[in-house]
């Protein structure tokens, strides 16, 4: 019986000093990339008054900005369409631009489709103002100051009494552009 409880005692031992070798030929790594937030900041409903040519919108603007670097960006799309009354035939139609700074030498219309960025700095915000980027020598940022319509009096002189409606659209998307 001792013979016996030695050979069981011998063989845990052995048995707890084996170890299972597994020899694998890979390394797989994972990270996960965080979304990219924002809150983006777009003009209220307004009146527009009857006869304007021009007339100021406001501004959009983004704040609460994380997630972002040189290179990602947040670009946003405006969509519109003329003003339209339920009631009658007729419409109002008018370009949407952007108020830019003296010499920033851009176009200010922004034609329904088009777009605008606000540029992803290396801290991981992205500026507040969206801009129009000069590239060539030295970076240079022109902040837009803000977005206005432009009708003619023409267009006004041929519409029919009633409600007109617009509504503009703004669509945000974070994407990675090499500029």
Same mark, same amino acid.
């Given at each position: 019986?001792?013979k /016996?409880?030695?050979?069981?005692l011998?063989?845990?031992? #052995?048995?707890?000093m084996?170890? $299972?070798v597994?020899?694998?030929d890979t390394?797989?790594?994972?990270?996960?990339?965080?979304a990219?937030?924002?809150t983006? =900041?777009i003009?209220?409903?307004? *009146?527009?008054?009857?006869g304007?040519?021009e007339?100021?919108i @406001?501004?959009?603007?983004?704040s609460?900005?994380?997630?972002?670097a *040189?290179?990602? =960006?947040? $670009?946003i799309? $405006?969509?519109?369409?003329?003003?339209?009354c339920?009631n009658?035939s007729t419409? #109002?139609?008018?370009?949407?631009? %952007?108020k830019?700074p003296?010499g920033?030498?851009?176009?200010? *219309?922004?034609?329904s489709?088009?777009n605008? %960025?606000f540029?992803g700095? =290396?801290d991981?915000?992205?500026? &507040?103002q969206a801009s129009?980027?000069?590239?060539? @020598?030295?970076?240079?940022?022109?902040? #837009? *100051? @803000?977005?206005?319509?432009?009708?003619?009096s023409?267009?006004?002189?041929?519409a029919?009494a009633? &409600?007109?409606?617009s509504t503009i659209? /703004?669509?945000?998307e974070v994407v990675?552009?090499? /500029?």
């Amino acid at each position: 019986m001792k013979k /016996f409880f030695a050979m069981l005692l011998v063989v845990t031992m #052995i048995a707890s000093m084996a170890t $299972v070798v597994s020899a694998a030929d890979t390394t797989t790594l994972t990270t996960t990339v965080p979304a990219a937030t924002y809150t983006l =900041n777009i003009p209220a409903d307004q *009146e527009v008054p009857f006869g304007a040519t021009e007339f100021s919108i @406001g501004n959009v603007t983004v704040s609460n900005t994380a997630g972002f670097a *040189e290179e990602k =960006n947040l $670009v946003i799309t $405006v969509t519109y369409d003329s003003f339209e009354c339920e009631n009658t035939s007729t419409v #109002i139609p008018y370009v949407l631009c %952007r108020k830019l700074p003296a010499g920033a030498g851009a176009t200010s *219309e922004l034609p329904s489709g088009s777009n605008f %960025r606000f540029w992803g700095k =290396n801290d991981g915000t992205t500026y &507040e103002q969206a801009s129009v980027r000069k590239v060539g @020598g030295a970076e240079t940022h022109y902040f #837009i *100051e @803000g977005f206005y319509l432009k009708m003619t009096s023409e267009d006004w002189g041929k519409a029919l009494a009633g &409600e007109y409606t617009s509504t503009i659209t /703004f669509t945000a998307e974070v994407v990675a552009e090499d /500029f």
